[in-house]
């Protein structure tokens, strides 16, 4: 231990700029975060946000629902209202699950999905020599 004389110890400051903080928009620090993320400048919204009808139980598709809401549709249907950067990526989310799935809305949702469809079908069919597969070309 050390003992130091009171009289002789000066208060230190620290180093770098002073600022004055700021209010944080809202209020809420984690909502204004978690909107930045969203690509939103309202808290809490996504740009596109669609609605749909999953044949799975909720209890399944829960787990899987980052931002946005999961409830029962019946014994063997759930209805999510989820949201995501584009519409592209939203149908893409949603069609990871390996269900059928039934738009409720917005028209631009059926639209990306509709583009999802043909782009995969479009792969199905058009890989290196069609649909039978890879062939060697001479050119």
Do not use: K, M, N
């Not at 931002?67 to 584009?86: F, I």
């Not at 028209?107 to 509709?114: E, G, K, T, V």
């Amino acid at each position: 231990w050390r003992t130091f004389r009171a009289d002789r110890i000066t208060p230190r400051t620290p180093t770098g700029p002073r600022f004055a903080p700021r209010e944080v928009p809202g209020g809420d620090v984690a909502a204004f975060v978690a909107a930045r993320f969203q690509g939103s400048g309202a808290p809490g919204e996504w740009p596109c946000r669609g609605e749909v009808i999953l044949d799975a139980p909720a209890s399944a598709v829960a787990g899987h629902i980052r931002d946005g809401s999961v409830e029962e549709y019946g014994p063997d249907r759930c209805r999510v209202v989820l949201g995501a950067w584009s519409w592209a990526g939203l149908a893409a989310e949603l069609g990871r699950f390996d269900v059928d799935i039934e738009v409720v809305g917005p028209d631009a949702l059926r639209d990306a999905f509709a583009l999802q469809a043909r782009r995969c079908a479009a792969a199905a069919g058009a890989g290196p020599g069609g649909p039978q597969g890879p062939t060697s070309r001479v050119s």
